[in-house]
């Protein structure tokens, strides 16, 4: 099982340097790019950089192998305010369940909203005639594994459903990754993974086709307008990261170690295919596991410049997390998470989060 995995973690290696280098020309040709969007309020605060050091439920958007880190069970809503200022608002549920010794079975489902927009024709370019709500829902079923105390893997299947009043979109992506830790108190941690790959999908629905009268007669044609397939943005993450404790830290029975002070780095490097690769840093600061700050850099060249930027969410990121134990034994918690990602258009990016395991 350890050298399927060592594979997979070599597979993934090659394939982000020599199919998903980044290609800045073909930025806004993917379709499902809401799927490039971390809904968790507390690995936000990170700007993602934590893809090696993620785990639990918020790893489904990170790298699916930290999932198999999930005690028990684990349960969380957010709610995102993407772009404010843009009225657009991103609910996401998470649930999680360990299965067996060392297996856990996941499940996310997102929702994004546009708030109500006007309905136009071309002989009402203004409106008035009613108005519709976009919806993008995604929802992800996922499982991860311990094959070792060193090493874990998992996939993600995620449905991805798109649609407007009259016009409609639905596909499949599929992520995988690998996670490996080591040196003393698994202070070092590395990450692979491959996201959002899938087949192509395209639109279709009523709106796509219109109606003509036919020249020189009094018959009513109707029209349909062929729409493309779209790809999906697929991108790997490789990161890695590590844990300085300032304290000598206890070893619990599931394995993992806690410190009255802990300071953990982290660093990713993302390959996008549809726009240029980004390098993303952040660091955290936890006192006894129940007070957390982060706090995360999104670098992309050129990122500051309004012409030649392909991405918005660039800069710096801020999170905090309080976590309080429901149990003597310290098993249950509840987390209220929050985090600021500053965009490059409109007011920045809010999100809070409730977190419970038990």
């Known amino acids: 099982m350890k050298n399927i995995t060592y594979t997979i973690a070599i597979a993934l290696v090659f394939i982000s340097f020599d199919g998903f280098a980044g290609n800045e020309d073909r930025a806004g040709e993917a379709g499902a790019s809401e799927l490039l969007i971390n809904p968790w309020a507390r690995s936000s605060g990170w700007g993602g950089a934590n893809t090696a050091s993620a785990k639990g439920l918020e790893s489904m958007n990170l790298n699916i ?5 999930t005690e028990n069970t684990e349960m969380i809503f ?6 404010s200022g843009a009225d657009i608002n991103i609910l996401n549920f998470g649930f999680a369940k360990k299965v067996g010794e060392s297996g856990v079975l996941g499940l996310s489902v997102t929702r994004m909203s546009f708030g109500e927009m006007q309905i136009t024709t071309a002989d009402l370019p203004d409106g008035g005639i009613g108005t519709f709500q976009p919806n993008y829902l995604n929802i992800g079923v996922a499982y991860s594994k311990r094959f070792s105390n060193s090493i874990s893997g998992g996939v993600v299947v995620r449905l991805i459903s798109e649609s407007t009043a009259d016009v409609n979109a639905s596909g499949i992506s599929i992520d ?5 830790k080591t040196a003393k108190f698994d202070a070092f941690k590395f990450g692979i993974t491959l996201r959002n790959v899938g087949p192509t999908t395209k639109y279709s629905g009523n709106g796509l086709s219109f109606q003509a009268e036919k020249i020189n007669t009094d018959q009513v044609l109707t029209f349909e307008r062929r729409a493309n397939d779209f790809e999906l ?5 490789i990161g890695a990261s590590y844990d300085f404790f300032l304290t000598t830290p206890e070893e619990l029975e599931n394995g993992n170690f806690v410190a009255e002070h802990r300071i953990t780095t982290s660093g990713t490097f993302t390959s996008n295919s549809f726009t240029k690769d980004q ?32 991405t918005t969410s660039v800069g710096p990121t801020l999170g905090a997390t309080l976590e309080v134990p429901t149990s003597k034994d310290g098993a249950g918690t509840i987390g209220l998470d929050y985090s600021y990602r500053v965009t490059r258009a409109f007011d920045g990016s809010h999100a809070i989060g409730v977190r419970f395991t038990f």
């Open 65 to 69: 192998a930290g999932l198999a880190f």
């Open 176 to 180: 995988a990754g690998v996670n490996y």
């Open 78 to 83: 957010s709610n995102t305010r993407w772009l």
């Open 279 to 310: 390098i993303r840093a952040g660091a955290e600061y936890a006192f006894q596991e129940k007070f957390m700050v982060r706090a995360g850099y999104v670098f992309e060249t050129d990122g500051g410049d309004e012409v030649e930027a392909r």
């Open 233 to 237: 943005p697929s991108m790997v993450n």
